[in-house]
């Protein structure tokens, strides 16, 4: 490999950096849910929108990993971007049609596939391809600071400058992304090894489709990451975008609620970077024994009334920690050939864990209070927590 290659590939790692950054600094991250109340919607509409949103990223996860595996990562990645442009008008051009609405997060759910396992493929390839993946934790810690830095500059921004002014949160966020697009197209794609490119393309499909099957299902140490992920990332994921409804429920105005979403992903950033020496020090399973029984501390003390907001920021830290550390391990498991299609299995597990339990969570808040949805959470957490230690304790048989 020329030297040249080799600067282009070092050069991805740069540009995926900038586009992290550009990406996620995403005015809409904290307000949608606020956006669609203030227009009349519902808790429940909300949950139902969330749960179409994760209903088309389970159904586009896996296609979309293997357009990346085949067609290329940064084709995915910016199919990703282009779709993300519709729901931003839909957003604010369709806000008082229903149906409208509805494509809009259909749309949305795909442009996320279409990145959650390129993204990742083409990071962890630019690395194998000049003999660096040892350092993807390293990476992909830094980039986990980038996103949560990003996220507190938007969150303290529009607590700040921005209350209230939705409309404008959409078309910012648009510029964002335009400069996000042009990130990615001026990255290098990596070496994707193929040996069904005499088939035809819907052959091709159904041939990695199958490859991909087979190394998630017959390898037990990579699925049980993959859903173990998926079960503790997810409820993380719906304590933060009710967040701000809780934080309202229990007194707090807009302002603080956006500071603590801030503050949140500001400890998040701190776990992204620290996950490296973490998980050096502590070690893989005894990782998996403690996370998630902080996990759970987090939830319950969540619960406490005016200083639950202490526990919800810590467990961005924990969350964050646990991200760049199971996808590290995630990828060491998977060839280059299947990577963006296997990671795609985390995004189709997470969305259905999403699924099950956001839209009970708006109907419980609706007839109930957001309080009660939250202790709904926290149960769910504790029989996963509970079963998960069962089985990391659990001694093993030995042969006779």
Known sequence: MSQDIKKRYKRNIILDYLHMFFRNTNFTHGIWAAYLLAQGYTLIDVGLFEMIF?????????????VGDLLGRRVSRMLGILSYFVYIALMLFGIHSYLLIIIAFIICGLSYTFESGSGDALVYDSL??????????????IREVIYQTATVVVLFLTGLLLEGKHQTDYYLTAGMFVIAFLMIFSMKETHIPHDTKGLSFRKRMYEHFGKTWTIVTKNKRLLSLIIVGALLTAPVTCLFIYAQEYFHYQGFSEQWMLFFLASHALTAAFGGFLANKVEHKIGEKNLLILIPILFLGGFWLTLLPYYGFIAFIALGFFESLFYVILFDYMNRLIPSETRASVLSFFGMSFSIVMILIFPIMGVIGDHKTIWVAYLFLAIIVSIVVIALEFLVLKPKKSAV
């Open 54 to 66: 994760h209903i088309s990223s389970l159904a586009g996860e896996v296609p979309t990993g293997v």
């Open 128 to 141: 194998k391809e000049i003999g660096e993946e040892d350092r993807f934790m390293k990476v992909n810690g």
